[in-house]
């Protein structure tokens, strides 16, 4: 029997998903869980551990290799830790070490969130064949990870990319990272929601505050809700325009749930772009939908496996941690 599976975890904010991928990017198994982001360390800890426990009792796990994991940020990739923003009991948790006592004698490698979706539409999405890209997750959080020269480009620590905390408001509301105006503040879900109802737009009869039912009534026509959407588009297109002065990108790919808005977000975003990406070299820069979907972060940390000695990605196992 060969060993040819990646278990792969996504851990953000609101859920923990894992998986058995092999090396066409197909799952055979999944498993998931709530995130519970505002309970104690051990709690969030023994999500995760529910979920290895769906793979690791599965006759396919004879066949795994290595385990990629995907976490909101930031992470550290070289010492095994995370401190995601929106999971506030993880600060350094040592989620790689932890893992790794789940799964012995698996290498483990640790990306963050945007790094694994940008690894996940490079290998199987929008991002594929492209030499210079941004993509992004816009959901609960932001998160960015970046292509250059063809290839992910994680960084040291494996945050490279990491736009959602960019400030573009120098003046704008504190960030739970500590900085003021930054794009996560401005264009995630949640934010996208309280700016709707501190604006005065209310939610329906069935209570969906969330920023789907927001982009439902942008879709409608509601002034406030089309405005929280564009206030977010334009924070996401100084976010790109700034990336593109940096580094020269071709192309942002969007993914997450706010990106399922589709053209209420798309739309003045690509506006948006036209305003913010003024210098010749920046100008044909292009706003896509990611296409990896649900799947990108799942994806993105079996691609971070399968490629993480090409690209650098950081591999610690049992017997070194």
Known sequence: MHNDLVAALDIGGTKIAGALVDGDGRIRLRARRPTPAR????TVMAAVASVLGVLTASPLWARVFAVGIGSAGPVDASAGTVSPVNVPAWRAFPLVSRVAGAAPGLPVA??????????????????????????????????????????????????AGHIGHISVDLDGDPCPCGGRGCVERIASGPNIARRALEGGWRPGPDGDASAAAVAAAARAGHPVAVASFERAARALAAGIAATAALVEIETAVIGG???????????????????YATLSFVRGVTAVPALTGADAGL???????LSGDRDGVPFRSADRL
Request: hydrophobic share 40%; proline share 5%.
């Open 299 to 305: 994806l993105g940390a079996a691609a971070a496996v």
């Open 39 to 42: 309970e104690d360390a051990e």
């Open 257 to 275: 749930g706010v990106a399922g808005a589709g053209e209420v977000l798309f739309d003045p975003l690509r506006r948006s772009l036209r305003d």
């Open 110 to 159: 640790l990306v963050g969130d945007g790094v694994a979706m940008t690894a996940a539409e490079h290998w199987r999405g929008a991002a594929r064949g492209r030499e210079n890209a941004l993509c992004m997750v816009v959901s609960t959080g932001v998160g960015g990870g970046l292509v250059i020269g063809g290839r992910p480009h994680p960084g040291p620590t494996g945050n």
